[in-house]
């Protein structure tokens, strides 16, 4: 289904002025257009909101995390410190022993 023809959109029409009558269609009229335009007012706003934080966002640089305190890195499994090791064989010798 497409668009209606003229002659749908003349029925259309016909239609819409026998129920709303000659004098209530300006004011519907009116009322659509007034809609139409705080809508697109609207989206505007937001994508020039979006556009500042995304200026923003490239003049700054990325934003720290606002909540919480940063956590200490803690190390890789794959590189284990050598007083770890140290501990590790001393307790094992220390077992074996007893």
């Known amino acids: 289904m497409g668009m ?3 002659f749908e959109m003349i029925l259309i029409f016909l239609v819409v002025l026998l ?6 269609i300006p004011e519907i009229a009116r009322g659509v257009g007034k809609g139409i335009r705080e809508f697109k007012d609207a989206t505007s706003e937001f994508s020039r909101e979006l556009d500042v934080e995304e200026r923003r966002d490239r003049i700054d ?3 720290r995390p606002s909540q919480g ?9 794959a590189q284990p410190s050598s007083q770890g090791n140290a501990d590790s064989e001393a307790r094992s010798s220390s077992e074996s022993a007893s």
Not at 19 to 24: E, L, N, T, V
Not at 69 to 77: E, F, G, H, L, V
């Open 19 to 24: 129920i709303f009558g000659a004098k209530r």
């Open 69 to 77: 305190q940063p956590q200490p890195r803690q190390q890789s499994s």
């Open 61 to 63: 640089g990325p934003r």
């Open 4 to 6: 209606p023809g003229p």
